[in-house]
């Protein structure tokens, strides 16, 4: 089974769906919290995302909640062709069995999984104040865990439960993981794009089966239509901020040379993989974008927050060599959306702050220019390429100086 826009891409049948208990008959005594992560641990896992090259998209938590089965946020496998969980040397190939996307709460299939059915909280048991116990795998690494309290229980207008109160925000990159009470049943878990106080209900998961086929009867409705990801024509507005001028920048697809694996546009002159990756740029049409681009584009495969990469590199456009020092990171804002297209897509923010060289001539001696250089990208993951570029850079003198300020807005894809 494969996952892809706009979410995802399958099965044709829909496996029969499994049932989750939610049992209340376990000891009322709370256990030690050691005790507690050693019985409820194993059921935690590691689930790593990862798009049709193998490259890793996105890493957070799973929790196993029978044989076979295990839940997760759906926000981890948007975009994703292969999903793997894993713990220490074991790992297991998994598949979307049942999407709840409206909840972020997602059910995968998981061939030779062992594992026991976990016991669930009652809607009706949950106790504010009572302690809550996280287990996860922050951004993918080993298991931890974390201890809060249950602050609130919010009901929509009917009364229906909507989402679980935390006393404390979980630490960043817990994304899927388990929050269970202390005598080690699920309460909830950690969404990947709620606010940080708030989870979601385990009780949910009872209803996946029902609200996961309906969502599979509405994709299986829906009329086909070109991927995003494979565009004919990629437009954009750039502005010149020095000049206070604007332009239409057009990438057009080369029918004749492009390849599953690779999208040529403008006669070669631009070429990246389908997901945003970057091959090759030859032709500088959209100014700083395109003429100061890093090797492999803008934008990583996975871009988690907090995690910051250095980038240096030479490039020459136009008879101007360019020598770039830059240093990448990652803005923690879930929130962040921008219009393409006539809808809000979401996009991540990655700051680039460092120093240019502009190396006039392609290098002659004597045309160093030096200045200071600082980007921002917005990069939509769902569309696999930058939304908008902001730079602005300056530097050198004489005859050698150099200013540029520029803004690159996406407008549509088609």
């Not at 439960?161 to 404390?168: D, G, H």
């Not at 993981?177 to 990947?192: M, P």
């Not at 989870?199 to 998961?205: G, K």
């Not at 988690?304 to 590199?313: F, V």
């Amino acid at each position: 089974m494969r996952l892809q826009l706009p979410l995802f891409a399958l099965a044709a049948a829909l496996a029969a769906p499994a049932t989750f208990a939610q049992d209340a008959r376990v000891s009322s005594a709370p256990l030690a919290p050691d005790v507690l992560f050693a019985r409820v641990s194993p059921s935690v896992w590691v689930v790593q995302a990862s798009d049709a090259q193998g490259k890793l998209l996105a890493t957070g938590s799973a929790v196993a909640t029978g044989p076979g089965t295990a839940v997760t946020s759906c926000k981890l496998l948007a975009r994703a062709s292969a999903v793997v969980l894993r713990r220490d040397n074991v790992s297991y190939g998994a598949v979307l069995e049942l999407p709840d996307v409206e909840r972020d709460l997602c059910q995968l299939r998981i061939a030779n999984l062992v594992s026991p059915t976990l016991g669930v909280v009652p809607a009706d048991a949950l106790q504010v104040g009572a302690p809550l116990y996280v287990i996860g795998s922050p951004r993918g690494r080993e298991l931890t865990l974390g201890v809060s309290l249950l602050g609130g229980v919010r009901r929509n207008a009917a009364g229906a439960l909507e989402s679980l109160q935390l006393a404390t925000p979980t630490e960043a990159g817990l994304a899927g993981a388990g929050l269970f009470d202390a005598q080690g049943r699920l309460v909830g878990l950690v969404g990947g794009s709620a606010p940080a106080t708030l989870a979601l209900p385990a009780t949910w998961i009872a209803e996946l089966p029902t609200r996961g086929q309906r969502a599979l009867e509405r994709l299986a409705a829906q009329p086909a239509s070109t991927s995003l990801l494979r565009p004919t024509i990629v437009e954009y507005r750039l502005h010149d901020r020095l000049t206070n001028t604007s332009r239409k920048v057009i990438y057009r697809a080369d029918a004749a040379t492009t390849t599953d694996d690779r999208l040529s546009f403008n006669n070669g002159g631009y070429v990246e993989k389908p997901g945003g990756e970057v091959v090759s740029v030859t032709t500088a049409v959209a100014g700083e974008f395109d003429g100061a681009m890093p090797p492999g584009g803008w934008a990583r495969p996975s871009l988690q927050p907090d995690a910051p990469w250095a980038s240096e590199y030479d490039a020459t456009m136009g008879g101007t060599r360019i020598k770039m020092d830059l240093r990448a990171t990652v803005v923690d804002d879930d929130g962040d959306t921008l219009p393409v297209n006539g809808r809000d897509v979401k996009v991540v923010k990655i700051n680039y702050r460092g120093y240019t060289q502009r190396y006039a001539n392609a290098g002659a001696v004597g045309g160093n220019q030096y200045g200071t250089y600082r980007a921002s990208v917005w990069f939509s993951p769902e569309l696999g390429r930058v939304v908008r570029f902001d730079v602005q850079t300056r530097g050198g003198a004489s005859g050698g100086a150099f200013q540029v300020s520029e803004v690159l807005d996406l407008v549509s894809i088609r």
